[in-house]
């Protein structure tokens, strides 16, 4: 199924029809952003089957309970909590004003920002639309979206639902290739939110330059796992197996390499193979474990493997099942032995394979998080309440689970994203609210004000009143 191919002319006629609907309702009362919130929740819901099955044709297979869970629960949690909240978020705030400057008042007035562009990445092509959607529409703006060129059955069902159920001014789904993504990029948007592979952000953010286009950049990265000295030990590795299997880790906060006390990578090995064996019981027949969404990636996956036991790591394989390049279905595997040099090291890595390190003290685990790019996500395993704080203390991560892998993404009141190298700015919930927005400051003069006392001549009125100015 080829995607559609959009002309640059073509593109952008599209984009100013967002515009001009966008100017003409610069700021749309509650009733018509929570009905465009009602019809994504509707569209998201009603066509929930199809969504499913669209998906997993685009990655060979995924279980619709895994895209239920991972893409729709949280896409309707998001949509529900605008619309419990966003009315509240657009209110009007009073803010103090300077004592030397009363009577008058101070007010911040949110305001949409007009038409923001949303760059969607195939892993979780519905949750990553339709949160950032959610939040631009709550805070009144337009939408552009551009779906993933890897996902091309999911991108065109999306695209002819929202044709049937929203205006062309009021979201427009864009679907193409690199180049179309590409042109995307440089067209003038208000906010562009983009999610997706560091390398690539740096491309986006260059585009969005040109047009002093302010970005969110919702990259990924290697996000540790630290199994502290006094963890439950085996509740941590049943808990990072689930987040790195979820969607075959092809997750961009899913737990990228395992920091253990040293002398425990055989008893996590062994955890690990028994937590697997439970969940995908005779995986060459299960319908729950999803695959690899392209050969490429599937080709990129074993490169990484063989590469490292090439230079010295130690393969513990999960499963009896060898990777399957027809289905590309890929059993998780142990990485042992490894170090810096390796590119399972260097590059985030998006799949089944899960790099385990050993530390000697919880001073050396910090300190290797520490040494390497700020990650996206950060996961700890402790029971002590003050190591649980010292490492939080110590460490800067996008976001944290503790005891838990990946559920603080779907905390609809907690921020969602990067730091450094992994991203820059958050939505989700209310920061989405005014990530998209324009929080516009009003300072209101009174009638009846003293700024006449220190305007030119300068006298000696002037002189009194700036010394009790800054007495």
Known sequence: ?????????????????????????????????ADRLKRLRALVVDHRAAIAAAISADFHHRAAQETELAEVFP???????????????MRVKRRATGLWFKPASSRVMPQPLGVVGIVVPWNYP?????????????????VMVKQSEFTPRFAELF?????????????DIVNGDADTARTFCA?????????GSTAVGHQVMRAASENLTPVTLELGGKSPAIVGPGANFDKAVERILVGKTLNAGQTCIAPDYVLLPEGQQQRFAEAARRVFASMYPRLESSTDYTSIVSPRHFERLQALAAAAQQQ??????????????????FPPVLLTGVNDGMRVMQEEIFGPLLPVLTYRTLDEAIGYVNAHPRPLALYLFEKDRATIERVMQQTVAGGVSINETLMHVAQDDLPFGGVGASGMGAYHGEHGFQTFSKLKPIFQ???????????????????????LLLR
């Open 187 to 195: 067209l003038p948007f208000d906010h562009l939110l983009f999610t």
């Open 445 to 467: 003069q009174s009638a009846f004000n003293g700024v006449g006392l220190f305007r030119p001549p300068y006298g000696k009125t002037f002189a009194r009143m700036m010394k």
């Open 159 to 171: 695209a002819s639902l929202v044709r049937k159920a929203f205006a062309e001014d009021e979201i």
């Open 126 to 142: 519905l949750y990553l639309a339709v949160g950032p959607m959610t939040a631009a529409l709550a805070a009144g703006n337009r």
């Open 312 to 329: 010295g790591a130690t393969a513990l394989p999960l499963s009896d099942m060898a990777p399957d390049a027809a289905t590309r279905r």
């Open 75 to 89: 896409s309707v949690e998001g949509i529900d909590h605008a619309l419990r909240h966003g009315q509240r978020w």
């Open 1 to 33: 199924m080829a995607p559609e191919a959009l002309t640059q002319p073509a593109m952008r006629h599209r984009f100013d029809a967002l515009r001009a609907a966008s100017l003409r309702a610069q700021t749309p009362p509650w009733r018509e952003r």
